[in-house]
């Protein structure tokens, strides 16, 4: 089970530190991702951080956010600066699989940025 916590309402320009938390021990040794989702669109992944500590972004949140793993306590943070509106979407944490789907999602977290 997964489970997200972090969300909120900010003005451009603002931060959010997004947490999730995994019940299951099998999150330690996987790929893991920040997903989000906004209004009208597809799903797309937009960090991720290998068990090894390699991180991955999509270019238009590159410099402004960061993804970090605490696999002792088994939780994936986000940390979000200089949000901007098209940020705004349903933020999920899951792994991040090789080939085939992500587990079974949980409910996320919503971020709105607005002025």
């Known amino acids: 089970q997964l489970v997200e916590s972090g969300g909120g309402l900010v003005p451009p320009g603002g931060s959010l530190r997004l947490s999730c938390t995994a019940s299951?021990?099998?999150?330690?040794?996987?790929?893991m991702g920040w997903y989000r989702q906004a209004p009208g669109k597809e799903r797309e992944l937009v960090a991720s951080i290998t068990i090894a500590g390699t991180t991955k972004y999509i270019d238009s949140v590159k410099g402004r956010f960061t993804i970090s793993r605490d696999t002792a306590k088994n939780t994936v943070d986000l940390q979000m600066n200089s949000l901007k509106s098209e940020d705004t979407a349903v933020y999920y944490c899951n792994n991040v699989p090789s080939s085939g789907s992500p587990s079974p999602w949980g409910q996320g977290t919503q971020v709105t940025v607005l002025a």
């Open positions: 299951n021990r099998m999150y330690k040794i996987v790929t």
